[in-house]
Nanobody, 122 residues
């Protein structure tokens, strides 16, 4: 059974950093995406990484601040988030695309974690 578990969220001051982790099990390797949903807003794509990590993509709102990576030996995908702002406050989810999507279109992701809360506030 495919399972994804996020961790690493928390409260951080503006300008600070956090690293989120997504540990997956029940499958060898699929593309993994990070998504987020802020209060009162629709869920949006944040970043994507290919199976071997050679291809990544980012939403314009996080380019230059967030970095996605993966360690397939540890079945883990990371999202390093720097220069955080209050606008980054959201529940962050990771998801796997069994159709090997190469985008951050959430409609192409079919297995989801439960999410981890990130709050950016002074």
């Amino acid at each position: 059974q495919l399972q994804l578990v996020e961790s690493g969220g928390g409260l951080v001051q503006p300008g600070g950093s956090l690293r989120l982790s997504c540990v997956y099990s029940g499958f060898t390797n699929y593309p993994i995406g990070w998504f987020r949903q802020a209060p009162g807003k629709e869920r949006e794509g944040v970043s994507y990484i290919s199976v071997n990590g050679g291809r990544t993509n980012y939403a314009d709102s996080v380019k230059g601040r967030f970095t996605i990576s993966r360690d397939n030996a540890k079945n883990t995908v990371y999202l390093q988030m720097n220069s955080l702002t209050p606008e980054d406050t959201a529940v962050y989810y990771c998801a796997a695309s069994t159709s090997y999507s190469i985008s951050i279109d959430q409609r192409r992701y079919d297995y989801w974690g439960q999410g981890t809360q990130v709050t950016v506030s002074s």
